[in-house]
């Protein structure tokens, strides 16, 4: 079974340009979540999705950020403009099923460096 | 609301040795709780859950959890740690209200030759 996929792995971009990560998820696995973890801090919890729906995105920093999983299937993560602090390493995970009682898998994340 | 906490930045110990990372967590209801693992320039990695059922929970690589509910804690053990655990590992509960995961800050783990 592939696992879950992320790219770029990683992305060195300037400020106030877009930037645009991707996550394929296991297949077959309905709910799709996006994490960050800035350089020494918590992972912490962006948004999920179920399916093609925005289940919660209640850790969405701000308008900058636009998540979207168009069919149900691969996200993207589109960030414009890109910010200093946006720096980080964003993962994404699939779950099957609710409520995570399977477990969640994570990706190898993407490491976004913002000059 | 839920929350993990990791307290120790960094924990040291000789190959061989038993180690122990610490976890403390503060959920309503009953808590899902899981460790993973970030190998240098890896993903991260699943380890072990607790869901219900025993407090002593098996997991991947030898690694061990222990659920303790009157200390809302989940300490993960191994007893003969190897150079290659050397990672940063995290702690994690699962959101009550939605299915979302609430991490801790991270603990890395140095084991020495």
């Known amino acids: 079974e592939a696992g879950v996929t992320q790219f770029p792995s990683h992305s060195v971009i300037e400020k106030g340009q877009t930037v645009t990560l991707r996550c394929d998820p296991i297949s077959g696995h309905d709910n799709l979540y996006w994490y960050r973890r800035v350089m020494g801090k918590e992972i912490k919890f962006l948004l999920h999705f179920v399916k093609e729906s925005k289940q919660d995105e209640s850790g969405m920093p701000n308008n900058r950020f636009l998540a979207e999983r168009t069919g149900g299937t691969y996200s993207t993560l589109k960030v414009q403009p890109a910010e200093l602090e946006d720096s980080g390493v964003y993962f994404c995970?699939?779950?099957?099923?609710?409520?995570?009682?399977?477990?969640?898998?994570f990706g190898s994340g993407t490491r976004l460096t913002v000059v | 609301a839920q929350s993990v906490a990791q307290p120790e930045d960094q924990v040291n110990v000789a190959e061989g040795n038993p180690l122990t990372v610490k976890c403390t967590y503060s959920v309503s209801g009953n808590p899902y709780l899981f460790w993973y693992v970030q190998y240098p320039n890896r993903g991260l990695q699943f380890l072990l859950k607790?869901?219900?059922?025993?407090?002593l929970v098996k997991g991947s690589y030898g690694f061990e959890a222990e659920f303790n509910k009157s200390q809302t804690s989940f300490h993960l053990k191994k007893p003969s740690a190897l150079v290659s655990d050397s990672a940063l590992y995290f702690c994690?509960?699962?959101?009550?209200?939605?299915?979302?995961?609430?991490f801790g800050t991270g603990t890395r783990l140095l084991v020495s030759p």
């Open positions: 607790y869901i219900t059922g025993d407090n």
């Open positions: 995970a699939s779950s099957y099923g609710q409520g995570g009682s399977y477990g969640y898998t």
């Open positions: 994690a509960v699962r959101d009550t209200g939605f299915q979302k995961l609430v």
